[in-house]
C-alpha cells in the first residue's frame, strides 16, 4: 500500500496560473519535503518542515510556497508558474536524524503552457 | 560546500557487474546512499554505509567507500534487466535533516 501519495499525478497548467499540489502521508514521519526535479538533474530541495517547523532553502524563489496544516499532510503552492517550472515534484518523508530514509511519493508532473 | 557528483549514462551486458561511481565534497556527511528511481516512479532507498565503514555487502550488492578520497561506488553483481534505472547518490551533511542528491546514473542493460 502507498504510504506517501501525491495528487495530482499529472497536473497541465497555463503560464502565470496558480498551482498546488498536494502530499498525503500514513507513516506519521515528522519531517516532510518537497524536492524538484528536472531531467538528468539531481533533485532539488524547496523546502522541508520537521513537525511544523519550515525550512526554507535558501535558493528557492518566492514563487514556491508550502504548508502543512498536520502532520500527514503538506502542500505545495506555485503562485505563477513560469516555463522554467515545468518539472516533476517530489514529496518525501523520515523520521528525522541523519540515519535519514526517505520515502517518497509517485512525484506530480507538471506540464506548463 | 555541498556537491555530489556521477556520471550519467552507464552501460552493461546482462549477467556482467556494474559499478557506478560518486564523489562527493562534503567530508562531514554521516551517512551515504544509494537510491533507485525506475520509471514513472519515486526513489527508493537501495543500501546506505556509515562514514566510519568502508564496505557494506547485501546479497547482489557491494557499497565501497573511500572517505579519504570522498569516493562511494555501487557493484551490483549479476546485472539483470530488472536492475535498469536510474542511480542517485546522495549524502547527509552533518546538520540538519537534509538529503543531498547527485545527479543520477541511468544504469542500461544490454542484452
Known amino acids: 500500500d502507498a504510504m506517501v501519495i501525491q495528487n495530482p499525478r499529472y497536473q497541465v497548467t497555463q503560464f502565470g496560473k496558480p498551482v498546488t499540489l498536494s502530499c498525503s502521508q500514513t507513516l506519521n514521519h515528522n519531517v516532510m519535503y518537497w524536492y524538484q526535479q528536472k531531467s538528468s538533474q539531481a533533485p532539488k530541495l524547496l523546502f522541508h518542515y520537521y513537525d511544523k517547523d519550515f525550512n526554507n532553502e535558501a535558493d528557492t524563489p518566492d514563487n514556491f510556497q508550502s504548508r502543512r496544516p498536520n502532520t500527514s499532510f503538506c502542500f505545495l503552492d506555485i503562485r505563477s508558474p513560469g516555463l522554467g517550472d515545468a518539472a516533476m515534484y517530489l514529496c518525501a518523508t523520515s523520521r528525522g536524524g541523519r540515519t535519514g530514509e526517505l520515502f517518497f511519493g509517485e512525484g506530480s508532473r507538471l506540464t506548463v503552457l | 560546500g555541498e556537491d555530489v557528483e556521477q556520471s550519467l549514462f552507464l552501460s552493461v551486458r546482462e549477467g556482467d557487474s556494474s559499478v557506478i561511481n560518486c564523489t562527493y565534497t562534503?567530508?562531514?556527511?554521516?551517512?551515504l546512499y544509494w537510491y533507485k528511481q525506475e520509471p514513472g516512479a519515486g526513489l527508493q532507498l537501495l543500501t546506505y554505509?556509515?562514514?566510519?565503514?568502508d564496505m557494506k555487502q547485501d546479497q547482489r550488492l557491494t557499497v565501497l567507500l573511500n572517505k579519504k578520497d570522498k569516493h562511494l561506488s555501487l557493484r551490483i553483481a549479476d546485472t539483470q534487466t530488472g536492475d535498469s534505472a536510474i542511480y542517485f547518490c546522495?549524502?547527509?551533511?552533518?546538520?540538519?535533516?537534509?538529503?543531498?542528491f547527485g545527479k543520477g546514473t541511468r544504469l542500461h542493460i544490454l542484452p
Open positions: 562534503d567530508s562531514s556527511s554521516t551517512y
Open positions: 546522495a549524502e547527509t551533511p552533518n546538520r540538519d535533516d537534509k538529503i543531498i
Open positions: 554505509i556509515f562514514s566510519n565503514m
